[in-house]
């Protein structure tokens, strides 16, 4: 920005020849050129005097570009400051015609006004109607637009500023940068216990130009206003684009509206409306969608339904027409099935509710979401047809199902029910995040140290209830119901998978140590879990904010959850559990082939079977590859006994 506001203040200043930092030279026009362009190229001007030549180090700046005029301009109106970039050396001239066979050609032609415009080299301008205070990079193309102007007052690109969560009466302020990541958006939420990772710079350079920038396309759109594209992006058959700002790759497509819209790297936005809108890397809205007042991470993609005053979270997909308003779903990884409602915000008083997600939240198909509500409870499933009273939830793996008139909860139901849910994720999450720049903090583990913080709460909350009356206050259920079926089953889902956590942190570092046979308690005391509090509603602990070195916290596990300390004991419990596990992901998806089986005609021939599943192969490969490490470590245990 700072560098095309200073090639306007040059150029704007240049009454003789003048040269610039890096050797380029800008004059006006001799009057053999201004003959040949008012004659031969059929062009006009309100003042000739205003119409500069942009040189290249190379050669002469006395050259006539006489010639070179006659190939490269014709047929267009001037008003006010025009700067024309010649091109470089024949060499280069040649060099480049060899390229670009076959494409269009670099030119200026048929365009009703061009006024305040620097057009740098190769630059491609065809039939546009106005263009005005507006830089072209080199190599862009800008062909059969309408009005691409600038507004009457100076602008900073690349910020926003913007209101989630509460529509009306009360508001979440953020003013996210082009550069932002969730951790930023967090931060300024008050989620984290860290910072943000980008600073706000309240003082970036303002400006009056639109930015076109290299190899930049911009095409048969009527309306562009406060435009900064950075080189390699795009936007085409748009239907009205203001204040935008497009990273390298990113993209507006045809039929789309933008107004206030950061685009990260590799975004786009096809067939929709969008207000007020960042995207972050990889993000993408379209087609038919609204998008207004709303975040949207990296991998996140919106397609035919509504997003309003929201903050959606990495790899969250709603690929359907839905509708959600007010949420505030930081950590994303869910999705929004067809139908769901998950946006009554309003009370009859004000739009002034809202939701908060975990990570993981799946909205089933057609379900309705009664504002407020806390589903603080990661991977959770709200089922089909399912409507939410306001509550909140903590149990983590559940499902929210609704039967007859009532809402009923199965704590733990992902894990015990469907594994392969679980096991597809992990590697979901793991091999199809293509946001490179948000890599480093996008990929935390399902089962890490908080999610089974909060199994072990809510462990402990359906282990004290003693009587049936108990059953309607059980600390996570929110307003479900809660049979005794589903808590026992709970229970034990939640000890089998925070044991089989643990388990797996000794295999660990039993392999990263010479070996050992006995797990001592901590000297200092430190072995202890704290409890976290279900009942209230508090923020989750980011994954960026945990500790990435689990093994304290399942030391602390493997010393609570079992009697025997001894690791031979522990990796035998191991096997056991991992065989279980990897069955039990196949159970999971083989129930799809027998009910399948006995309803679609040749339903074997169109699916792919269980065993023949690669999330189901992967867990059998993993307990195999853990027999095979537990084998090892107790072979190499036994010889170390043998040699003292």
Known sequence: VTSINQLFFEALNCKFKTERYDGTFFRPLLQTEQTIL???????????????????????????????????????????????????????????KKVRQGTLPP??????????????KQSKVYHNRVVKDTYIGVNATVINNGRLYHSSNSCQYGMLELSVGPESGGSRDVAPILESTII?????????????????????????????????????????????????????????????????????????????????????????????????????????????????????????????????GPNTNAHHQSLVISVLWPLGRGNVGYGANVGSNHTGRLPDQETIAAEGTFWGLSTVIKFPVNISAPYSLVAAGTTLAPQHIGMPFSLIVEQGSECHILPGWVLYSSPYTISRSETKFAT????????????????????????????QALENVSNLAEYRNVPGIGKATLSEKARKAGIAAYTTCIRRYALLGLLKFCLEQKGFDFLEPSRLGKDQV???????????????????????????????????????????????IEKEYAN?????????????????????????????????????????????????????????????
């Open 38 to 96: 008012s004659g031969y190229c059929r062009c006009q001007s309100t003042d000739w005097s205003k119409i500069l030549l942009w040189f290249p180090k190379v050669g002469s700046t006395e050259n006539d570009a006489s010639s070179w005029l006659k190939d490269n301009v014709s047929f267009n109106n001037f008003e006010g400051l025009v700067v024309i970039r010649v091109g470089g050396s024949p060499e280069e001239e040649t060099a480049e």
């Open 432 to 459: 199809r995040r293509k946001a490179k720049h948000h890599a480093w903090y996008s990929g935390w583990k399902i089962i890490r140290p908080y999610t089974v913080d909060l199994m072990i709460a809510s462990r």
């Open 107 to 120: 030119g200026i032609h048929f365009n009703t006004l061009l006024s305040n415009c620097i057009l740098d």
């Open 530 to 576: 704290p409890l976290i509090d279900i009942t209230q509603p508090i923020w989750p602990l980011l994954p960026w904010d945990e500790d990435q070195n689990f093994w304290h916290h399942q030391k602390s596990l493997l010393l609570s959850e079992f009697k025997s300390h001894k690791v031979s004991d522990l990796l035998s419990e191991l096997l056991e």
């Open 184 to 312: 930023d958006i967090c931060s300024q939420l008050k989620m984290g216990r860290i910072g943000g990772t980008t600073s706000i710079n309240r003082n970036l350079p303002s400006s009056m130009y639109n930015m076109i920038g290299e190899d930049c396309i911009v095409r048969d759109t009527p309306t562009l206003e406060d435009i900064l594209l950075l080189p390699n992006s795009r936007i085409e058959a748009s239907c009205s684009i203001q204040s935008a700002v497009l990273m390298p790759t990113a993209s507006i497509g045809h039929a789309a509206t933008a107004l206030n819209a950061l685009l990260q790297w590799n975004t786009s936005i096809e067939k929709s409306h969008v207000v007020n809108v960042l995207l972050m890397e990889h993000a993408h809205v379209g087609p038919n969608s609204i998008v207004q007042n709303s975040i949207l991470g990296p991998d996140v993609h919106v397609s035919a339904g509504e997003v309003h005053a929201s903050v959606i």
């Open 584 to 644: 039990n992901v196949r159970k999971s998806k083989s129930r799809d082939d027998v009910r399948g089986s006995k309803i679609v005609p040749n339903y074997s021939e169109s699916h792919v079977s269980a065993d023949g599943d690669s999330v189901v192969k992967a867990a059998m490969n993993h307990a195999s590859d853990v027999k095979e490490k537990v084998k090892t470590i107790l072979l190499k245990n036994e010889s170390t006994r043998a040699r003292l």
